[in-house]
């Protein structure tokens, strides 16, 4: 059996665990990163020089690190033309939903995790949040604009395509404050969120600090 090192609430995390749920292969999953600690442990670093989460651990001694790159493997391997479109055109698309949504779209991400919990509460800025959410309202155009006539990223059904951006939508609907209206978007959720694999892995693993947010940290921004 694998191993995937990785606290089940890391965003990237969360892309691969969600896309292993889809799959329904067994691995072990280690929590380590965030309160767990361990990136520095120079055994983890041989896996992963970086200290980042995730990283995959094969019986082989095979470790792989880079969430859209596990992402890809672990499709290619166990979902090949399924999740991993055979057509290199529709690989090629889900690729680039892939790439895009880890290099623009997740850029408001990292703005939530840091004023939301990592900064000390005085320094909490709304403007820093609302600006990191105005500046991700034409990425979300695009995914709504794509989404009137695809019910997934891919197309018609999940694929590889989905797992970045879909995996961040349940924060972007749930942590942006007075966040505007997709419907696209807001239907995709939906039909994300109806799937058993994203009920556990995305709504599941966020709940504590979704909650957080919405009780306690938004009412007082
Ligand atoms: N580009 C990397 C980023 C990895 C990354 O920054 N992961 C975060 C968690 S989502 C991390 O390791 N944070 C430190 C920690 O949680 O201890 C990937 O996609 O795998």
Redesign the pocket.
């Known amino acids: 059996m694998f191993k995937l090192w990785?606290?089940k609430d890391?965003?990237?995390?969360?892309?691969v665990t969600w896309c292993l749920g889809e799959i329904g292969v067994e691995y072990e999953r280690i929590d380590?990163?965030?309160e767990?600690?361990?990136?520095d442990d120079p055994e983890y670093r041989a896996k992963n020089p970086?200290?980042?989460?995730?990283t995959l651990e094969e019986e082989d001694g095979f470790t792989l690190?880079?969430?859209?790159?596990?992402t890809r493997y672990v499709c290619a391997k166990y979902s090949a033309g399924d999740l991993y479109p055979d057509d290199l055109h529709a690989r090629a698309d889900a690729d680039k939903w892939m790439d895009w949504s880890?290099i623009n779209f997740a850029a408001f991400n990292s703005v939530y995790l840091d004023q939301y919990f990592r900064v000390p509460e005085a320094e909490r800025s709304a403007e820093k949040i609302t600006a990191a959410a105005t500046a991700t309202v034409p990425l979300v155009d695009i995914l709504d604009k794509h989404l009137a006539d695809h019910d997934y990223l891919g197309g018609s059904k999940l694929t590889m395509a989905d797992f970045a951006a879909g995996s961040l939508i349940h924060r972007w609907v749930h942590w942006t404050p007075n966040r505007p209206s997709h419907a696209n978007v807001e239907a995709y959720y939906e039909r994300l969120a109806g799937r058993p694999a994203y009920q556990e892995h995305v709504i599941e693993a966020n709940r504590p600090r979704t909650e957080k947010i919405q009780k306690e940290l938004m009412p007082n921004l």
């Open positions: 990785g606290r890391g965003s990237n995390v969360i892309k380590w990163g965030g767990f600690g361990g990136n970086n200290g980042r989460l995730p690190w880079e969430s859209g790159a596990v880890s």
